[in-house]
């Protein structure tokens, strides 16, 4: 037991000097160090994602492309969206949009600029 005692008592005399050399890092750099490795984290998830997000922006792109002429004239055929009651799909797969009747339509106040 006394052995152990003894060289338990050297490895911390022996310790302690090579512990004290190195000051703990400061608040700061403790924050610095957490910043730069929730960068490196997002960094690497970013660059896993960005090919699909790349795709899908294509995607979209050609969507947009091919249905942007016909739904320009659908709006320019409806005057106001709350003008109509919800879309309601019919057996056959069919969807009809009803306009409200007049006394339920909302009618613009003359000189309110009209949101686009």
Request: hydrophobic residues 45%; glycine residues 6%.
């Amino acid at each position: 037991m006394k052995i152990i005692v003894a060289c338990f008592a050297a490895w911390s005399a022996l310790a302690t000097p090579v512990l004290a050399e190195e000051a703990p890092p400061t608040a700061e750099e403790g924050f610095d160090m957490l910043g730069e490795a929730a960068r490196i984290i997002l960094r690497s998830m970013l660059d896993g994602v960005e090919p699909t997000l790349d795709e899908l922006r294509d995607r979209m792109d050609e969507a947009m492309a091919e249905m942007g002429p016909a739904i320009g004239r659908m709006i320019e055929l409806m005057d106001d969206v709350k003008n109509y009651q919800a879309p309601e799909i019919l057996p056959n797969g069919d969807i009809i949009i009803r306009r409200k009747p007049l006394s339920e339509q909302t009618q613009p106040v003359p000189g309110d600029q009209i949101e686009i």
